[in-house]
């Protein structure tokens, strides 16, 4: 049960400040508990991708929080997010990542629900009382279920504001990615890598936010891979006087921006047919010409890294989700975001530079675990160092809007995040 007492006199939004947020709010597991209800049950959380459910009867699994769910496709084409567990006694229905069917069927006792998660059959059901209504048993579902470009969100919350409100300034940048694929959808259809790691979850959001970082962790990827790859180490958009910016779009919502770099200038302009067919494809799907342009030239995730706030980044050529399983156990799913009606070798290169850096046998995202588990390690070993720091770049943040901005080595994007974290954490009573 989550220890509210110990709280009560500390107030945990006193324990994020503008410059610096107390450890507890990383290894305390009752900290976790509240997030879960106050964060993952209470705003919009992203919970699969249409390219992932495209017939009917079609699902897959995931979770919102720690909660099971069941992201469905009905007959009838509409999507519905159902917890993963009968109603008569609780058992987990589906075991399946994803799958086709059109009924869940009750391993235990053998209920029956559809993909609409209604009850359709109860074995035995004379043996129920005379008011028993299978009506009064369908699976629990969100009460909100929206999709944006392809991008499915779900929300236990019935007065959580709309998805597009919700996005706000992280909208735009959803569509420069879906517009990226000539079909102006992406499809995540092709698999996922996962991993794990000892730590809690924010260590994962922050990370995809952190600019500071890539010099030095990957710095055998940007030396050795990517001199070998393209010839060019291309750390220096990370660092020195890059024109690459920290992001706090609000709503929590970040960006490491890299729109400003001429990437023809630094990769070269020279391409194989299939990227130039590629390239005509976006135009020809897109009306405003100057947009596909700027869609081309910014070449999706390559051009920025987005967070939507709390579980989700768009990030190259990849979608990563964030699965919180317990305050010190995080799961991460990567998935190769491919593009529609492009030439093959377009997709099989994206696959290639996705198996660069994410996966066992890669070079990126096994530094990023390694450094995870240290910080773990540091963190919940070391109750005499109370506060981590989150002040580079508070001196030069530019402020335009909802939207602040610093060097993408600056910790504007974590600043949002935070600011975001305590709105949500002190937004509502908790029950
Ligand atoms: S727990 Fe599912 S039918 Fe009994
Ligand atoms: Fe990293």
Not at 56 to 68: L, N, V
Not at 90 to 96: F, I, K, R
Not at 209 to 233: N, W
Not at 338 to 366: K, M, T
């Amino acid at each position: 049960m989550i220890n509210r007492e110990r709280y009560k006199a500390t107030d945990l939004p006193a324990l994020v400040k503008a410059d610096r947020v107390h450890r507890d709010l990383f290894v305390d597991p009752a900290v976790f508990d509240i997030e879960m209800e106050q964060i993952y049950h209470r705003t919009w959380v992203y919970v699969g991708h249409e390219s992932e459910i495209r017939n009917p009867g079609d699902f897959k699994t995931t979770t919102i929080g720690t909660e099971p769910v069941i992201l469905s496709r009905d007959q009838k084409g509409q999507l519905h997010v159902m917890v993963n567990a009968c109603r008569h006694r609780g058992v987990t229905l589906c075991h399946q990542d994803k799958g086709n069917s059109k009924f869940f069927v009750c391993a235990y006792h053998g209920w029956v629900f559809d993909g609409t998660g209604s009850l359709v059959n109860v074995p035995e059901v004379a043996g129920q009382p005379p008011q028993f209504s299978t009506d009064d048993f369908g699976l629990i579902k969100t009460p909100q279920v929206e999709s944006y470009r392809g991008f499915v969100f779900a929300s236990f919350n019935v007065d959580v504001p709309p998805l597009v409100d919700h996005l706000g300034e992280a909208a735009q940048f959803i569509d420069m990615f879906a517009d990226l694929s000539p079909s102006g959808s992406v499809d995540l259809s092709s698999g996922v890598t996962r991993y794990q790691y000892t730590g809690n979850w924010k260590q994962q959001v922050e990370n995809s936010m952190d600019g500071y970082h890539p010099a030095i962790t990957h710095h055998s990827f940007f030396e050795d891979v990517l001199m070998d790859r393209i010839g060019k180490s291309m750390a220096f958009i990370v660092s020195g006087d890059s024109p690459a910016k920290s992001v706090a779009l609000g709503n929590g919502h970040s960006l490491i921006d890299f729109r400003d770099f001429d990437r023809k200038a630094i990769l070269g302009a020279d391409k194989p047919k299939s990227e130039l067919d590629w390239h005509a494809g976006v135009r020809a799907n897109l009306t405003d010409q100057e947009y596909a342009e700027e869609v081309i030239r910014v070449n999706g995730g390559d051009g920025f890294n987005l967070l939507v706030y709390p579980n989700l980044v768009l990030i190259n050529n990849q979608v990563r989700v964030i699965h919180p399983v317990t305050f010190d156990h995080t799961e991460v799913f990567a998935y190769p975001a491919l593009l529609e009606n492009v030439a093959d070798e377009i997709n099989v290169a994206r696959v290639r530079a996705h198996e660069d850096f994410y996966g066992p046998a890669s070079f990126g995202a096994p530094d990023d675990i390694e450094m995870f588990k240290r910080q773990w390690h540091g963190l919940s070993r070391s109750p005499s160092m109370q506060w981590l720091l989150y002040d580079r770049g508070s001196h030069r943040e530019q402020q335009e809007g909802p939207v602040r901005s610093s060097h993408v080595s600056d910790e504007t994007a974590h600043r949002g995040i935070w600011r975001r974290w305590r709105e949500l954490i002190s937004a509502q009573e908790r029950t």
